[in-house]
Protein backbone atom coordinates (compact mmCIF):
# COMPACT_ATOMS: atom_id res chain seq x y z
CA UNK A 1 0.00 0.00 0.00
CA UNK A 2 0.90 3.58 -1.09
CA UNK A 3 2.21 5.32 2.24
CA UNK A 4 1.94 8.82 0.39
CA UNK A 5 -2.08 8.30 0.42
CA UNK A 6 -1.98 8.13 4.85
CA UNK A 7 1.17 10.74 4.75
CA UNK A 8 -0.45 14.09 5.72
CA UNK A 9 1.45 17.35 4.13
CA UNK A 10 1.10 19.36 6.96
CA UNK A 11 0.11 18.89 10.86
CA UNK A 12 -3.60 17.67 11.63
CA UNK A 13 -4.74 20.71 13.50
CA UNK A 14 -4.28 22.62 10.46
CA UNK A 15 -6.89 20.54 8.72
CA UNK A 16 -9.03 21.33 11.51
CA UNK A 17 -8.22 25.17 11.49
CA UNK A 18 -8.82 25.21 7.20
CA UNK A 19 -12.36 23.19 7.35
CA UNK A 20 -13.56 25.32 10.45
CA UNK A 21 -12.90 28.97 8.68
CA UNK A 22 -13.92 27.58 5.51
CA UNK A 23 -17.28 25.97 6.64
CA UNK A 24 -17.89 29.06 8.83
CA UNK A 25 -17.51 31.14 5.76
CA UNK A 26 -19.24 29.40 3.52
CA UNK A 27 -22.38 29.33 5.80
CA UNK A 28 -22.41 33.39 6.57
CA UNK A 29 -22.11 33.59 2.53
CA UNK A 30 -24.73 31.36 2.39
CA UNK A 31 -27.07 33.20 5.14
CA UNK A 32 -26.47 35.98 3.38
CA UNK A 33 -27.61 34.10 0.07
CA UNK A 34 -31.40 34.31 1.21
CA UNK A 35 -33.79 31.92 2.75
CA UNK A 36 -34.93 29.63 -0.42
CA UNK A 37 -35.27 25.78 -0.48
CA UNK A 38 -32.95 23.51 -2.61
CA UNK A 39 -36.48 23.31 -4.47
CA UNK A 40 -36.58 26.93 -4.66
CA UNK A 41 -33.51 27.49 -5.88
CA UNK A 42 -32.83 29.39 -9.37
CA UNK A 43 -30.38 27.68 -11.83
CA UNK A 44 -28.24 30.58 -11.08
CA UNK A 45 -28.03 29.83 -7.22
CA UNK A 46 -27.72 26.20 -7.68
CA UNK A 47 -24.96 26.48 -9.97
CA UNK A 48 -23.11 28.71 -7.03
CA UNK A 49 -23.81 26.38 -4.64
CA UNK A 50 -21.46 23.65 -7.13
CA UNK A 51 -18.63 26.24 -7.66
CA UNK A 52 -18.88 27.39 -3.80
CA UNK A 53 -17.49 23.94 -3.13
CA UNK A 54 -15.52 23.34 -5.69
CA UNK A 55 -13.78 26.86 -5.28
CA UNK A 56 -13.54 25.94 -1.23
CA UNK A 57 -11.89 22.83 -1.82
CA UNK A 58 -8.24 23.87 -1.96
CA UNK A 59 -8.44 26.23 0.85
CA UNK A 60 -9.49 23.43 2.55
CA UNK A 61 -6.86 20.74 2.05
CA UNK A 62 -4.20 22.85 1.17
CA UNK A 63 -3.38 20.56 -1.44
CA UNK A 64 -3.09 17.33 0.42
CA UNK A 65 -4.35 14.25 -1.12
CA UNK A 66 -4.26 11.71 1.61
CA UNK A 67 -6.93 9.99 2.80
CA UNK A 68 -6.41 10.67 6.11
CA UNK A 69 -6.31 14.59 5.34
CA UNK A 70 -9.72 14.25 3.92
CA UNK A 71 -11.14 11.92 6.89
CA UNK A 72 -10.40 14.99 9.17
CA UNK A 73 -11.62 17.29 7.12
CA UNK A 74 -15.23 15.21 6.73
CA UNK A 75 -15.21 14.73 10.51
CA UNK A 76 -14.68 18.52 11.29
CA UNK A 77 -17.25 19.48 8.66
CA UNK A 78 -19.90 17.17 10.40
CA UNK A 79 -18.52 18.03 13.90
CA UNK A 80 -19.23 21.70 13.17
CA UNK A 81 -22.94 20.87 11.34
CA UNK A 82 -23.64 18.96 14.85
CA UNK A 83 -22.75 21.93 16.75
CA UNK A 84 -24.10 24.66 14.78
CA UNK A 85 -27.41 22.56 14.83
CA UNK A 86 -27.05 21.93 18.73
CA UNK A 87 -26.26 25.27 19.21
CA UNK A 88 -29.44 26.93 17.38
CA UNK A 89 -31.60 23.99 19.06
CA UNK A 90 -30.82 25.35 22.51
CA UNK A 91 -30.45 29.42 21.58
CA UNK A 92 -33.28 31.43 19.97
CA UNK A 93 -30.66 33.93 19.32
CA UNK A 94 -28.43 31.84 17.52
CA UNK A 95 -31.41 29.90 15.24
CA UNK A 96 -32.05 33.86 14.76
CA UNK A 97 -28.57 34.41 13.68
CA UNK A 98 -28.04 31.35 11.72
CA UNK A 99 -31.29 30.46 10.03
CA UNK A 100 -32.91 33.61 9.54
CA UNK A 101 -36.33 35.03 11.65
CA UNK A 102 -40.04 34.36 9.48
CA UNK A 103 -40.78 37.64 7.31
CA UNK A 104 -44.82 38.40 6.57
CA UNK A 105 -45.13 38.46 2.61
CA UNK A 106 -48.93 38.98 2.77
CA UNK A 107 -50.95 40.53 4.88
CA UNK A 108 -54.63 40.53 5.13
CA UNK A 109 -54.46 39.87 0.75
CA UNK A 110 -51.94 43.07 0.48
CA UNK A 111 -48.86 41.78 -0.42
CA UNK A 112 -45.69 43.60 1.70
CA UNK A 113 -43.56 44.49 -0.70
CA UNK A 114 -40.67 46.23 0.94
CA UNK A 115 -40.19 42.48 2.70
CA UNK A 116 -40.43 41.10 -0.52
CA UNK A 117 -37.64 43.59 -1.33
CA UNK A 118 -36.10 42.62 1.45
CA UNK A 119 -35.50 38.93 1.04
CA UNK A 120 -35.14 39.55 -3.24
CA UNK A 121 -38.73 37.45 -3.63
CA UNK A 122 -40.09 38.98 -7.09
CA UNK A 123 -44.29 39.16 -7.44
CA UNK A 124 -44.31 36.46 -9.83
CA UNK A 125 -42.24 34.01 -7.77
CA UNK A 126 -44.65 34.90 -4.87
CA UNK A 127 -47.44 33.83 -7.37
CA UNK A 128 -45.96 30.84 -8.33
CA UNK A 129 -45.54 29.86 -4.36
CA UNK A 130 -49.09 30.76 -3.95
CA UNK A 131 -50.38 28.73 -7.22
CA UNK A 132 -48.37 25.48 -6.17
CA UNK A 133 -50.84 25.53 -3.02
CA UNK A 134 -53.80 26.41 -4.91
CA UNK A 135 -53.88 30.08 -4.42
CA UNK A 136 -55.04 31.96 -7.54
CA UNK A 137 -55.95 35.25 -6.09
CA UNK A 138 -53.49 37.29 -3.44
CA UNK A 139 -57.28 38.58 -2.12
CA UNK A 140 -57.68 34.91 -0.90
CA UNK A 141 -54.32 35.20 1.74
CA UNK A 142 -54.97 35.86 5.25
CA UNK A 143 -51.31 35.52 5.64
CA UNK A 144 -48.02 34.19 4.13
CA UNK A 145 -45.25 34.15 5.74
CA UNK A 146 -41.47 33.23 4.55
CA UNK A 147 -40.50 30.94 7.25
CA UNK A 148 -36.49 30.39 7.82
CA UNK A 149 -36.28 27.36 6.06
CA UNK A 150 -37.10 28.78 3.00
CA UNK A 151 -40.96 27.30 3.17
CA UNK A 152 -44.05 29.91 2.17
CA UNK A 153 -46.75 29.45 4.69
CA UNK A 154 -49.76 30.51 3.89
CA UNK A 155 -53.22 30.90 6.01
CA UNK A 156 -56.33 31.57 3.54
CA UNK A 157 -59.03 33.58 4.64
CA UNK A 158 -61.44 30.96 4.26
CA UNK A 159 -59.36 28.71 6.90
CA UNK A 160 -60.22 31.34 9.50
CA UNK A 161 -62.66 30.43 11.84
CA UNK A 162 -64.86 33.06 13.42
CA UNK A 163 -65.33 31.38 16.72
CA UNK A 164 -64.86 32.79 20.07
CA UNK A 165 -63.60 30.45 23.40
CA UNK A 166 -65.52 31.06 26.34
CA UNK A 167 -62.98 34.23 27.41
CA UNK A 168 -64.31 35.59 23.93
CA UNK A 169 -60.56 36.17 22.48
CA UNK A 170 -60.18 34.49 18.62
CA UNK A 171 -58.51 31.46 19.01
CA UNK A 172 -54.73 31.38 18.64
Known amino acids: MNSSMWHMSFPFWQFIIRAAVVYIAVLVLLRLGGKRQVGQMGVGEFVAILLISNAVQNSMNGGDNSILG ?7 II ?10 YKSK ?8 RPRLLIHHGEILYRNLEKERLSV ?7 R ?7 SEVHEAILE ?13 THHEDKTGLPPV
Open 79 to 88: ALSILIEYTT
Open 124 to 130: RELKTVL
Open 70 to 76: GLILAAV
Open 132 to 138: RQGIHDV
Open 93 to 100: RWENIVQG
Open 148 to 160: SDGFVSVTKNSDL
